[in-house]
């Protein structure tokens, strides 16, 4: 991975590079319940990049899913999220609860018992007007992304990109008392 050109706080490498979940590190950094709200979620057909990325045929049917994660207490988003999930790797019990519930994916994950592990394959700087407007800061604000696959029995289940403002957790203390 190249280097980001950008001074980051310990916390932001931590959500940058965590291979583990996101919503319990948001949590411990805040001390407070994290929430996810869904933007949008639907099932899409696999474009030619979506199929290879996730290893499935072109045209086979994806959840597509836009979540942001907040505290229960507060309406300002955390982190925005896209997700992709290939439908037909799913067990009947994971899907309804990833499709119907504003449950963040690696409580549900834990909770149907899924082992799996994640894998970061991009982390950059990105543009996004819309985000930016989500998250209430100015285009000029760079937002940190990366995005990693959810894998389990050496399969991805789910590709999922994370965003955050470059300003959110900046000065967030990690030291040890």
Not at 56 to 77: C, F, S, T, W
Not at 118 to 139: M, T, Y
Request: some cysteine; glycine content about 2%.
């Amino acid at each position: 991975m190249e280097k980001l050109d950008l001074e980051l706080s310990k916390a932001q490498q931590l959500l940058l590079m965590t291979d583990g979940s996101v919503t319990t590190l948001l949590e411990v950094m805040t001390g407070k319940p994290v929430v996810v709200t869904t933007l949008l979620q639907q099932v899409v057909e696999a474009d030619a990049e979506r199929a290879s990325a996730l290893d499935v045929e072109e045209g086979d049917n994806i959840n597509y899913r836009v979540v942001v994660l907040k505290n229960d207490d507060n309406h300002q988003p955390l982190i925005y999220a896209e997700s992709y999930t290939p439908i037909a790797r799913l067990k009947k019990e994971f899907r309804h609860d990833l499709m119907k519930a504003d449950i963040p994916i690696g409580r549900i994950m834990n909770q149907r018992k899924i082992e799996s592990r994640r894998e970061i394959r991009r982390i950059e700087i990105v543009c996004n007007e819309e985000v930016s407007e989500l998250f209430g800061v100015a285009q000029s604000v760079p937002l940190l992304s990366r995005t990693y696959d959810i894998i389990s029995h050496d399969t991805v289940l789910i590709r999922i990109t994370e965003t955050f403002p470059s300003t959110s957790f900046a000065h967030t203390a990690m030291e040890m008392p």
